[in-house]
């Protein structure tokens, strides 16, 4: 199925899909992903878990390589490899990847360090973000003796500081207790409004994907697919409060019903996750 998409579109996914090899032969991930994210649009993805979500970011990132499809991201919406997708986007994979030789500060800098910023810079930079971020305490300790949330922080930060337009973010708040995850969203929503990105965020978490998005995507159990898109049309800037509001859990009662319907009675038996 061809989309017409908009020409102001940051990312857009035209008909992606990739299968797996694995020992009982493959494993079909991602069947005919059809996506478009406009310049500074939030938008989210939910969908079951091993549905195929973490390997749409990383083909998007340039990681892994689509099989069919194509993929487009930056400015003009320009057709581009995957070797030169590499570096054209912020992304903060599930795994949060910190470098265990590497304190706090130093993987906090290192997305900036990569794109040529100098050190003591980057440093400078990431030692603002670790004061907001109520790390900086922990500034020179080294990933393996941080707690879940710290990780996730750190790794979060580091994606903030990587200045790109684009920002993928794969179940960035998953690790964190509640209160530490209003802060970070809210948080997140700032940066997103100062600095004009766009983001393409994965969760589990409805609330969360409407609290934050412009629109959210359905994903359909594995191979992936997107079902469909539901608007967010609710004002910004938004508070907590919004969550409890009728317009709220309207468009949350239709994404619970899609992500329902998404699933399959043997979503528990598949092995493969
Ligand atoms: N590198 C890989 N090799 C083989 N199978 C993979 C690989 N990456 C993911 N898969 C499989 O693809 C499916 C989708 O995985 P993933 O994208 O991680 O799902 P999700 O992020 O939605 O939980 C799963 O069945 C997973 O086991
Ligand atoms: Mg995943």
Redesign the pocket.
């Known amino acids: 199925m061809a989309v017409n998409h908009p020409p102001e579109a940051a990312l857009i996914v035209d008909r992606v899909s990739?299968t797996?090899?694995?020992r009982s032969g493959s494993?079909d991930?991602?069947n005919d992903v059809n996506l478009s994210v406009g310049f500074g649009e939030f938008f989210s993805i939910v969908?079951?878990?091993?549905?195929?979500?973490?390997?749409?970011?990383?083909i998007i990132a340039g990681l892994?390589a689509e099989d069919a499809g194509s993929i487009d991201v930056g400015e003009n919406g320009a057709s581009s490899r995957d070797e030169s997708r590499l570096g054209q986007v912020a992304y903060m994979p599930?795994k949060d990847l910190l470098l265990p030789w590497r304190t706090v500060r130093q993987n906090a800098a290192l997305g900036l360090e990569l794109t040529g910023v100098k050190a003591s810079i980057a440093h400078e930079r990431a030692d603002t973000l670790l004061q907001q971020f109520g790390l900086a305490r922990f500034a020179d300790a080294y990933p393996a003796t941080l707690s879940g949330g710290m990780r996730q922080r750190t790794a979060f930060l580091r994606t903030v500081l990587t200045d790109r337009p684009v920002m993928l973010l794969?179940?960035p708040f998953g690790a964190l207790d509640a209160l530490t995850r209003r802060a970070m969203q809210e948080w997140l929503l700032d940066v997103w409004s100062e600095m004009q990105r766009t983001v393409l965020l994965?969760t589990h978490d409805v609330d969360e994907a409407i609290f934050l998005s412009d629109r959210v995507a359905v994903?359909s159990q594995?191979p992936?697919t997107l079902i469909h898109t539901h608007p967010v049309d609710l004002p910004r800037p938004r508070t907590a409060e919004i969550v409890t509001e009728p317009a709220f859990m309207e468009i949350k009662r239709d994404v619970l019903r899609d992500l329902q319907s998404s699933m399959s009675l043997n979503e528990g038996l598949?092995a493969?996750?």
């Open positions: 990739k797996f090899p694995d494993v991930a991602l969908g079951p878990s091993g549905c195929g979500k973490s390997t749409l970011l990383n892994e599930q794969d179940e994965i994903m594995r992936g598949n493969s996750q």
